[in-house]
């Protein structure tokens, strides 16, 4: 029988996941004006916040095994998660706040690694490809949360406000979540949390690192980029926009393709489209074609993640251990892709590093091909 309350109950975590951080980034902007935050201090504040992950998503793996199961895990740190909203908008200043940011950061490795582990699980019982649509629910989340935050800070609220929202509605919907989520697969737990990874993890979560890598330049870079070749500051949105819809229509469509393609075949044939489409802007930076090229990177990169994700499942003694490699990897890659725009634009200029990642994700593409 296909597990369809625990499926229900998983992609409610992956929307909850998605809403927080939703909600999260319509507070930066009111959050760095009322602590007069430079952006120096802003960056290093967001910095908190993936240094956290990546510091703890490396012992998830093995944190299933030894507490009953990656489900539990995922719904103890998830509701860790909606609480460090809450404290964040308790923070007194910037101080303060940088340590909710390595607590959330945290709570939020922790929940990726092992949610992402949990819903591997479901999709192998289920009997068919559906990673994509957990990852869709993520998505459809951080969308829902943008708007809860932006109607909240259109009504007045300010950010401590907008925050303390976030935090009920993340932790209502994780505690309904709880009621139909299983514990999860119980695999034997090994001696250490630690160890170096099998040689088929190594491939994939090397295209993780570079697939991370072009979504973190594309989320931090494209508006500026439009903006150098003389598209107005109001109508630069509509190449985030352009990558971000795609970005869900493909996840949406996702399982059918998964079903069709394979896995490795998906990422193939995503990574190589999204190199088509950062070829595309790099060549032809005015809007109408520099969206199109977005669109592309959006719909290619859509089921990238998800089909790792259930690749590097079965590449290791549990499904947290081999979703872990390949999310730490990735989320290396999501830290550096900014920085490495902007130190090779600086070099020379945002034209070549478009194009650099548009190599970046062909390489990806390579090594996607080779792990076949």
């Not at 993890?201 to 070749?229: K, R, T």
């Not at 795609?246 to 995503?270: E, K, S």
């Not at 977005?294 to 499904?319: K, W």
Request: glycine content about 14%; some cysteine.
């Amino acid at each position: 029988m296909r597990p369809v309350r625990d499926r229900a109950a998983t992609s409610l975590l992956f929307f909850a996941n998605g809403f927080g951080f939703g909600g999260w980034s319509a507070a930066i902007a009111p959050l760095k004006g009322a602590l007069r935050l430079s952006d120096g201090e802003l960056g290093l504040l967001l910095f908190t916040l993936a240094a956290g992950a990546v510091s703890f998503m490396p012992i998830a793996g093995a944190l299933g095994p030894r507490l009953g199961g990656a489900g539990r895990v995922a719904a103890a740190s998830g509701l860790a998660f909606a609480a460090c909203f809450g404290l964040a908008a308790l923070a007194p200043g910037a101080a303060a706040l940088a340590l909710v940011g390595l607590a959330l950061g945290a709570s939020n490795g922790l929940m990726d690694v092992t949610m992402n582990a949990h819903a591997s699980a479901v999709e192998r019982r289920w009997g068919a490809p559906i990673m994509s649509s957990f990852h869709a629910a993520f998505s459809v989340g951080g969308l829902v949360g943008a708007g809860f935050g932006a109607g909240a800070l259109a009504l007045g609220f300010g950010w401590r406000g907008l925050l303390c929202g976030v935090a009920v509605c993340a932790l209502a919907m994780i505690l309904a979540a709880m009621r139909g989520l299983t514990p999860g697969e119980r695999q034997k737990a090994t001696r250490t949390p630690f160890g170096w990874p099998p040689r088929a993890l190594i491939g994939l979560a090397a295209i993780a690192f570079l697939c991370f890598l072009v979504e973190g330049a594309m989320i931090d870079w494209d508006g500026v980029y439009l903006v150098s070749f003389g598209v107005g500051a109001a109508a630069a949105p509509l190449g985030y926009a352009a990558f971000a819809t795609t970005m869900i229509a493909g996840r949406l469509a996702g399982d059918r393709i998964v079903a069709r393609l394979g896995r490795l075949p998906t990422v193939i044939a995503g990574a190589a489209l999204a190199a088509a489409g950062l070829a595309l802007a790099a060549l032809w930076p005015a809007l109408p074609s520099a969206a199109l090229g977005f669109a592309a990177v959006g719909a290619g990169l859509s089921n990238v993640v998800p089909a790792l994700f259930s690749e590097s499942a079965s590449h290791a003694s549990s499904p947290a251990r081999g979703i872990a490699a390949v999310a730490t990897a990735g989320y290396s890659g999501l830290l550096a892709g900014p920085p490495l725009v902007g130190a090779i634009a600086s070099l020379s200029d945002l034209r070549i590093a478009f194009a650099a990642l548009a190599a970046m994700a062909l390489v990806a593409a390579g090594l996607a091909v080779r792990a076949r």
